[in-house]
């Protein structure tokens, strides 16, 4: 029998124990999850300070870090969890979107696991773990709800109808939330990653600095966004002040676009939980560790008939705990890939 053949024949267990392993970017991160909710352990190694002199993340040196960190990262995930692999039911890891040599690293990782465990080897799309981080912040949590999917990489607000059903209302026509806050944070000379030291800056903010608003006359759905207009129109302040020898305020700068970036994604969000009818409304991606976004959503449900669902600050940004709890859902359902997996640069949102 093949690894395939053998491992179709084992029984789907309820009660399961999923390991996460996630390497998209620049975090390589182990954790081992109970029963799709809770986290045995959640391990993470960042490479980030490996890239700050660049500005950004270097693919080739997230993927190099990687491959030294993973086994280190796997064995303190199954010391703090107290178990061994023979305790683990399968092997969950992210196959896209990402950096593709980084995903490589995690995805050949896996495979060697679950090969030689003979348990099942979880396909897992990054962008599902992150909605799937709410399951974690909240035990109880069901579909159907509405996330705000406010990522590096994505900016979206999605339905999600039932577990495996999705539907995206809008999104992103050009730049991701997260990319406008880091290439705001290059404009303004902070260091990468620019996301939460824009937000630390913004705090400071006095005075409003005038934005263009966004998609403005646009004809596509009401609940689009596009991040690369606001992000040049930030540019091109900075600049033109710069060219007459006028002195900017970094602060102003930092808040007025920081409102401008995320009060639309609440005001767009809530119209969606309006449309729909559901009660519950979560935060998918790193931007959700953002105190601003964060505390504007609390106050924005207060006095609404709408449960918020805020996972912690680490488990916004990527981790593996995400990978392990949306695994757990892809393993109820024999979603097993064989031994050729190959990681994938992009997965759209539609897809499974
Ligand atoms: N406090 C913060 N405020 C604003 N942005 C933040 C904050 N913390 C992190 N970010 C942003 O979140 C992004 C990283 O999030 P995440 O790890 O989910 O993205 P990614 O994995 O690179 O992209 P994707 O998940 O779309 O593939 C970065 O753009 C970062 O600047
Ligand atoms: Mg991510």
């Given amino acids: 029998m093949t690894y395939f053949e053998k491992i179709k024949t084992l029984p789907i267990k ?3 124990v999923i390991m996460g392993i996630e390497t998209s970017c620049d975090e390589t991160a182990v954790a081992i999850i109970k029963d799709g909710r809770e986290i045995l352990a959640d391990e993470i190694i960042s490479s980030a300070t490996e890239h700050v002199k660049f500005g950004g993340v270097v693919p080739e040196i997230a993927s190099r870090m990687h491959t030294t960190a993973i086994l280190k990262a796997t064995k303190t995930a199954l010391e703090k969890a107290n ?3 023979d305790d683990i039911d399968a092997f969950a890891v992210t196959e896209g979107s990402g950096l593709l040599g980084a995903l490589l690293v995690g995805v050949s990782f896996a495979k060697s696991l679950a090969f030689s465990c003979n348990k099942p080897l979880v396909p897992v799309s990054h962008i599902r773990g992150h909605i799937a981080a709410s399951y974690l912040a909240d035990k109880g949590l069901k579909p159907p709800f509405v996330t705000i999917l406010c990522s590096g990489g994505h900016t979206a607000i999605i339905a999600v109808k039932d577990y495996y059903d ?3 209302y809008g999104s992103t026509i050009d730049d991701a939330v997260g990319e406008a806050f880091d290439k705001v944070a290059r404009v303004l ?3 990468y990653p620019g996301g939460p030291n824009v937000e630390r800056l913004a705090k400071e903010g006095q005075n409003v600095v005038p934005l263009p608003k966004m998609l403005k006359n646009y004809q596509g759905s009401e609940f689009d966004f596009s991040y690369s207009g606001l992000k040049t129109a930030v540019i091109n302040y900075v600049h ?3 060219e007459k020898g006028e002195q900017i305020n970094p602060a102003d700068v930092a808040c ?5 970036a995320i009060d639309v994604l609440i005001e767009k969000a809530l119209k969606v939980v309006n449309l729909t009818g559901y009660k519950t409304l979560t935060l998918s991606g790193g931007v959700g560790a953002n105190g601003y976004l ?3 959503l609390q106050k924005a449900v207060k006095d609404k008939d709408i449960k918020l669902v805020i996972p912690e600050k680490r488990y916004c940004t990527d981790n593996a705990a995400m990978i392990g709890a949306e695994g757990y859902l892809q393993y109820l359902k024999g979603n097993f890939a064989d031994l050729d997996l190959n990681a994938k640069a992009v997965i759209p949102l539609s897809q499974k």
């Fill in 14 to 16: 309820e009660k399961a």
């Fill in 83 to 85: 178990l061994t692999l």
């Fill in 256 to 260: 007025s676009f920081q409102h401008a």
């Fill in 294 to 296: 964060r505390e504007a």
């Fill in 189 to 191: 000379k902070l260091s």
């Fill in 166 to 168: 999705f539907k995206v």
């Fill in 240 to 242: 033109n002040k710069q």
